[in-house]
């Protein structure tokens, strides 16, 4: 198991960015890994995923072209970089790791582990 810890959310205004980072106690580097969020009211949705070795990164048509996921595997980090958010971006993000080690990216992805999500609020 491992534990993965996220920060950087906060409140911006509408156009603005923000950078999330998702600490992880334990390796990562032969795991996809991925961010979800979820809005007041909402179920949790898919938002990004990057496969353990970088060579294939997936979004939700939502955030496409907007924000970007990446990752540090020395420093056991995933990143991701928001930029010209909407006032629909607000939500609790959390990331999440694979289940199983050298799986492919997918909006599905089937996770074995949480963090505990840092809020995100854009205001209009």
């Known amino acids: 198991q491992v534990q993965l810890v996220e920060s950087g959310g906060g409140l911006v205004e509408v156009g603005g960015s923000l950078r999330l980072s998702c600490a992880a106690s334990?390796?990562?580097?032969?795991?996809?890994m991925g961010w979800f969020r979820q809005a007041p009211g909402k179920e949790r949705e898919f938002v990004a995923a990057i496969s353990w070795d970088d060579r294939r990164r997936i979004y939700a048509d939502s955030v496409q072209g907007r924000f970007t996921i990446s990752r540090d595997n020395a420093a056991n980090t995933l990143y991701l970089q928001m930029n010209g958010l909407k006032p629909e971006d607000t939500a609790i993000y959390s990331c999440a790791r694979d289940r199983f080690p050298h799986g492919v990216p997918s909006r599905s992805l089937t996770v074995g582990s949480w963090g505990q999500g840092t809020q995100v609020t854009v205001s209009s």
């Open positions: 334990g390796r990562i580097s032969t795991y996809t």
